[in-house]
């Protein structure tokens, strides 16, 4: 309906909503007139001053040019596609553990067992014990709900923060009082670029929460709704089980099909685009889940097809500057997990109603409620 008013540019309460495949690309790499930032949201909540908003605000997502080139620099080295393989073993070992544990029951909260994959990989690579995640995760929910401009939600992620910078503070205190280094841990090279001069006490906490949150909430949300699409397709779930390169075009076609991120930038100067004004100061989301669905880039885009040519042509990970620093490590935990999950959890089907996340901010499943047969 929307599409039939305008072919890919909407209104929402806080804003513009673009739709469009092609303007989302364009926009997405419009690193000029488009800035990311979180004041919009820190506004709607009235919360400046608070430290939360400091987060919000410095993260080096909210960041652009030199600043983010420098904040990004500290951790790139992590997440290049040869440091993903060179981690699949780890994400292998990660997974038949947890699978070792809620495969059993033969029946779970798909949505939950999910929380756990991407966080405890992502604690492998920063060199950190996943222990404290179990203690953490109402936290970890409640800061991502703070995207979805639900007034509610407001003393959830506030209080979540106290929590969450804890949390922080103690993995990077603990570090450096055990005066060990790990060459290739994450936070050892964190912190050794704060020794340089590279990044302030604060911003090494800061980027240890964004490292964190992106490992808790993407990947999981991402896995969890390509579970909901496999249920409805038990061939397909059989062959991620025999094949792992069939795994990896579900995981393209997944993220062409239900992309889970929405990402907010804030106009910088009035511009032109499509024959649209944006105004200085305005918000506009960009959506790829619903470019992915765009019928003049994708033909049929509602049919859930691995073998689509184009479905790596997706705008999942963004564009410019800021496209997802940890796209490729998100590929091989989704390719490794699909595979070993299909192995282990045999005949998935539905046992429970599915709950959905509002679709601002990190969309998907709350809730997937499954049985099977152990495998």
């Not at 990989?121 to 203690?135: D, F, H, N």
């Not at 006490?201 to 964004?210: A, I």
């Amino acid at each position: 309906a929307v599409r039939a008013q305008h072919p890919w540019l909407a209104r929402f309460s806080q804003g513009w909503l673009v739709h469009g495949y092609q303007a989302v690309c364009d926009l997405l790499g419009d690193d000029i007139n488009l800035v990311p930032g979180f004041g919009p949201i820190i506004d709607f909540y009235g919360v400046r001053g608070s430290m939360w908003a400091r987060f919000m605000e410095e993260i080096v997502i909210s960041r652009s040019g030199p600043e983010h080139a420098r904040l990004r620099a500290s951790v790139v080295h992590a997440f290049t596609p040869r440091h993903a393989n060179l981690v699949r073993p780890m994400v292998q070992r990660v997974v038949g553990d947890l699978l070792d544990e809620w495969a059993p029951r033969g029946a779970f909260d798909f949505a939950e067992f999910a929380s756990y994959f991407p966080v405890t990989v992502m604690c492998g690579l920063l060199g950190v014990s996943a222990e404290p995640i179990p203690r953490i995760r109402e936290a970890l929910e409640n800061h991502l709900k703070s995207l979805t401009f639900d007034p509610a939600v407001k003393p959830l992620f506030m209080a979540g923060w106290d929590v969450l910078w804890q949390f922080a503070d103690t993995v990077v205190r603990e570090r450096e009082a055990s005066g060990g280094h790990d060459e290739d841990a994450l936070l050892d090279a964190m912190i050794a670029a704060k020794n340089a001069g590279q990044l302030d006490e604060t911003e090494l906490r800061f980027m240890v929460l964004t490292v964190g949150l992106a490992g808790y909430d993407t990947s999981k949300n991402q896995l969890t709704v390509t579970m909901r699409l496999l249920l409805d397709r038990p061939d397909m779930w059989a062959r991620c089980a025999e094949d792992r390169d069939f795994c990896g075009k579900v995981v393209r076609e997944s993220l062409r099909h239900s992309a889970i991120a929405t990402p907010y930038r804030v106009v910088a100067q009035d511009f032109s685009y499509g024959g649209h004004q944006f105004r200085q100061g305005e918000t506009a989301v960009l959506a790829p889940p619903l470019a992915g669905r765009d019928p003049a880039m994708f033909p049929d885009p509602e049919t859930f097809d691995p073998e689509r040519s184009n479905a790596g042509r997706h705008a999942a990970f963004g564009r410019g500057e800021h496209i997802c620093l940890g796209q490729y490590l998100a590929l091989a935990q989704l390719q490794e997990g699909l595979h070993l999950m299909a192995q282990r959890l045999r005949n998935p089907r539905l046992a429970g109603e599915p709950v959905w996340r509002p679709f601002l901010g990190a969309w998907g499943l709350a809730r997937l409620p499954i049985a099977f047969e152990a495998g």
